[in-house]
């Protein structure tokens, strides 16, 4: 049976951005006649901000887009994480290089934008040095999947990623590790999002592939963007969704405009949405 979700951190009220993925994985959810998950991703509770996860339960019931199930939580799923990490102990290590260490000698951006970490302590830490993250050990592997929309992904993790936290330096574990294990809980078997996330996946197989997980299918529409080319979110200003919205997020996904959920399915055509990292939002 399909199973999807919508994962939204709360940060802030439902935005245009955020309404594009949630209604793009509910629709593709019940054009398979499949159960359409909530989870809300708030880990990251210094980012976190009070009533925003009710906020975007209610926009979310507000716009007809019912989900199966509770919603799930998280900040309640830490002995989860932790028990994956133990089952990864033995390619994991501990890292005390500051972020201006790592800038320093970085092997350059990799392919999300982030530093390439360099490997500088797999072999151990220096001396006077205190452990400040715990890092995966990565291979010269080549990670394939094929994208519903954007096509055949490929890349290197050790050369374009390097090795990746799983425990960050505040104690937080890190998205990828939780990403994973959460999906996998709830039997996960597509993963629609926006493509700001598409350079993400190759790691989060890699973790799925060393837990014994299964690999969904995996679906990543064009990120919503403002005129500036920046993402929309709360930090660059989204508005809150008002109304309706429904027939703008259609259009913006390629699809034929409607305020009409059920005709929405019929309708559904992941062929349609545009073969594009990011696309403006027009206002």
Same mark, same amino acid.
């Given at each position: 049976?399909?199973?999807?979700?919508?994962?939204?951190?709360?940060?802030?009220?439902?935005?245009?951005?955020?309404?594009?993925?949630?209604?793009?994985?509910?629709?593709?959810?019940?054009?398979?006649?499949?159960?359409?998950?909530?989870?809300?991703?708030? /880990?990251?509770?210094?980012?976190?901000?009070?009533?925003?996860?009710d906020a975007i339960?209610?926009?979310?019931?507000?716009?007809?887009?019912?989900?199966?199930?509770?919603?799930?939580?998280?900040?309640?799923?830490?002995p989860d994480y932790?028990?994956? /990490?133990?089952?990864?102990?033995?390619?994991?290590?501990? %890292?005390? %290089? #500051?972020?201006?260490?790592?800038?320093?000698?970085? !092997?350059?951006?990799?392919?999300?934008?982030?530093?390439?970490?360099?490997?500088? %302590?797999?072999?151990?830490?220096?001396?006077?040095?205190?452990?400040?993250? !715990?890092? !995966?050990?990565?291979?010269?592997?080549?990670?394939?999947?094929?994208?519903?929309?954007?096509?055949?992904?490929?890349?290197?993790?050790? #050369?374009?990623?390097?090795?990746?936290?799983?425990?960050?330096?505040?104690?937080?574990?890190?998205?990828?590790?939780?990403?994973?294990?959460?999906?996998?809980?709830?039997?996960?078997?597509?993963?629609?999002?926006?493509?700001?996330?598409?350079?993400?996946?190759?790691?989060?197989?890699?973790?799925?592939?060393?837990?014994?997980?299964? #690999?969904?299918?995996?679906?990543?529409?064009?990120?919503?963007?403002?005129?500036?080319?920046?993402?929309?979110?709360?930090?660059?200003?989204?508005?809150?969704?008002?109304?309706?919205?429904?027939?703008?997020?259609?259009?913006?996904?390629?699809?034929?405009?409607?305020?009409? /959920?059920?005709?929405?399915?019929?309708?559904?055509?992941?062929?349609?949405?545009?073969?594009?990292?990011?696309?403006?939002?027009?206002?």
């Amino acid at each position: 049976m399909y199973v999807g979700r919508f994962a939204p951190s709360p940060t802030g009220p439902l935005h245009f951005g955020s309404l594009v993925a949630a209604l793009a994985s509910w629709l593709d959810a019940r054009a398979a006649r499949g159960r359409w998950l909530v989870r809300i991703e708030d /880990l990251d509770a210094p980012r976190v901000e009070p009533g925003a996860a009710d906020a975007i339960l209610r926009a979310l019931d507000r716009l007809g887009l019912a989900r199966d199930g509770a919603v799930e939580y998280q900040s309640r799923r830490t002995p989860d994480y932790k028990a994956a /990490l133990d089952r990864l102990s033995g390619q994991t290590y501990w %890292c005390g %290089c #500051t972020r201006r260490e790592i800038a320093d000698s970085s !092997l350059g951006l990799g392919a999300d934008g982030a530093q390439i970490y360099p490997g500088s %302590c797999r072999g151990g830490i220096a001396p006077g040095k205190v452990p400040r993250a !715990l890092r !995966l050990t990565t291979t010269h592997e080549e990670i394939q999947f094929v994208d519903r929309v954007q096509g055949k992904q490929r890349q290197f993790l050790d #050369t374009e990623i390097g090795d990746f936290v799983l425990l960050r330096a505040d104690g937080q574990f890190a998205y990828q590790l939780a990403v994973v294990v959460d999906d996998a809980a709830q039997g996960v078997t597509d993963v629609v999002r926006g493509a700001d996330l598409l350079d993400s996946t190759a790691r989060q197989i890699y973790l799925q592939r060393l837990l014994g997980y299964p #690999t969904p299918r995996y679906l990543h529409v064009p990120t919503a963007v403002n005129a500036a080319g920046e993402k929309l979110s709360k930090q660059t200003g989204a508005a809150p969704v008002r109304g309706h919205g429904l027939a703008r997020a259609l259009a913006f996904l390629g699809q034929r405009e409607t305020d009409d /959920l059920a005709e929405a399915v019929r309708n559904w055509d992941p062929a349609a949405i545009p073969r594009q990292r990011a696309a403006v939002a027009a206002p």
